[in-house]
């Protein structure tokens, strides 16, 4: 297997339940032969202190002596001025959008979210939503979205899990721009439906731990037990999502 691990959603900082500082991450990252992380404020951040945590991710960034790629984060209630601290985040280095329909209260077909949409796109900037949450935050309205903006990849964080499991394959088959992650999902049923679907396959799926909620090792033990090719492997861990975010060259 060759090519650099990324793991492509990770949260840090203090949360509700969780709190993961960056050195923490790193050294978790070097245990387990992950070579760069795709990093996300916490929950306080990403829902309305958003410059707090793009200084936070992208300062960690810095410090990280590029192990670490920044999210930016803006809740779209606010307007312009959510553009503008993508704009900003982006001057510090951001490298993809972060959205949670959850945290920041709006429904992904309302047209609220479209001008954090239309800057990523123009940036060509990948796009995460975390899916998974009723009535806002669901795979089949996420596929629509995706639909709407087809220039834009965008990843489907947890893949709907743990109940909407069942409408991640429908929602991958419906736009071909979405990806699926790895995070919480059972390869011996979910990652193997992805894998079997010609319309699907393991291109469109990208390796995740989503920590700090889930056990790291686990999130990366079940894609490395996975029964696939390495060169399929390779792409998961990190090669599918290099090429998304246009970083190829950096992070190999």
């Given at each position: 297997?060759?090519?650099?691990?990324?793991?492509?959603?990770?949260?840090?900082?203090?949360?509700?339940?969780?709190?993961?500082?960056?050195?923490?991450?790193?050294?978790?990252?070097?245990?387990l032969g992950i070579d760069h992380a795709l990093v996300a404020p916490?929950?306080?951040?990403?829902?309305?202190?958003?410059?707090?945590?793009?200084?936070?991710?992208?300062?960690?960034?810095?410090?990280?002596?590029?192990?670490?790629?920044?999210?930016?984060?803006?809740?779209?209630?606010?307007?312009?001025?959510?553009?503008?601290?993508?704009?900003?985040?982006?001057?510090?280095?951001?490298?993809?959008?972060?959205?949670?329909?959850?945290?920041?209260?709006?429904?992904?077909?309302?047209?609220?979210?479209d001008p954090l949409l239309e800057f990523a796109r123009e940036r060509?900037?990948?796009?995460?939503?975390?899916?998974?949450?009723?009535?806002?935050?669901?795979?089949?309205?996420?596929?629509?979205?995706?639909?709407?903006?087809?220039?834009?990849?965008?990843?489907?964080?947890?893949?709907?899990?743990?109940?909407?499991?069942?409408?991640?394959?429908?929602?991958?088959?419906?736009?071909?721009?979405?990806?699926?992650?790895?995070?919480?999902?059972?390869?011996?049923?979910?990652?193997?439906?992805?894998?079997?679907?010609?319309?699907?396959?393991?291109?469109?799926?990208?390796?995740?731990?989503?920590?700090?909620?889930?056990?790291?090792?686990?999130?990366?033990?079940?894609?490395?037990?996975?029964?696939?090719?390495?060169?399929?492997?390779?792409?998961?861990?990190?090669?599918?999502?290099?090429?998304?975010?246009?970083?190829?060259?950096?992070?190999?």
């Amino acid at each position: 297997m060759t090519g650099p691990v990324i793991d492509a959603h990770v949260r840090i900082g203090s949360g509700r339940e969780v709190t993961l500082h960056p050195a923490t991450l790193v050294s978790t990252m070097d245990e387990l032969g992950i070579d760069h992380a795709l990093v996300a404020p916490d929950e306080r951040c990403v829902a309305f202190a958003n410059t707090e945590g793009n200084n936070a991710t992208a300062a960690a960034a810095r410090a990280s002596g590029g192990r670490l790629l920044a999210y930016a984060v803006a809740n779209p209630w606010q307007g312009r001025a959510a553009v503008a601290e993508l704009e900003r985040a982006a001057g510090l280095g951001a490298v993809a959008l972060a959205v949670d329909p959850v945290l920041q209260g709006f429904d992904l077909l309302d047209g609220l979210v479209d001008p954090l949409l239309e800057f990523a796109r123009e940036r060509s900037w990948p796009v995460y939503v975390r899916t998974g949450t009723p009535p806002t935050a669901l795979p089949l309205p996420l596929a629509s979205l995706a639909r709407r903006y087809p220039e834009l990849n965008i990843l489907m964080g947890r893949s709907g899990a743990t109940d909407f499991w069942i409408d991640a394959a429908p929602a991958l088959r419906y736009a071909p721009n979405l990806y699926a992650d790895t995070s919480y999902a059972p390869w011996d049923t979910v990652l193997s439906e992805f894998a079997a679907d010609p319309e699907i396959g393991t291109a469109r799926v990208v390796f995740s731990t989503d920590s700090p909620y889930t056990v790291p090792k686990a999130e990366i033990g079940r894609v490395r037990d996975w029964t696939i090719s390495d060169a399929e492997r390779a792409k998961v861990l990190g090669g599918t999502v290099a090429g998304l975010l246009g970083l190829a060259a950096r992070v190999s």
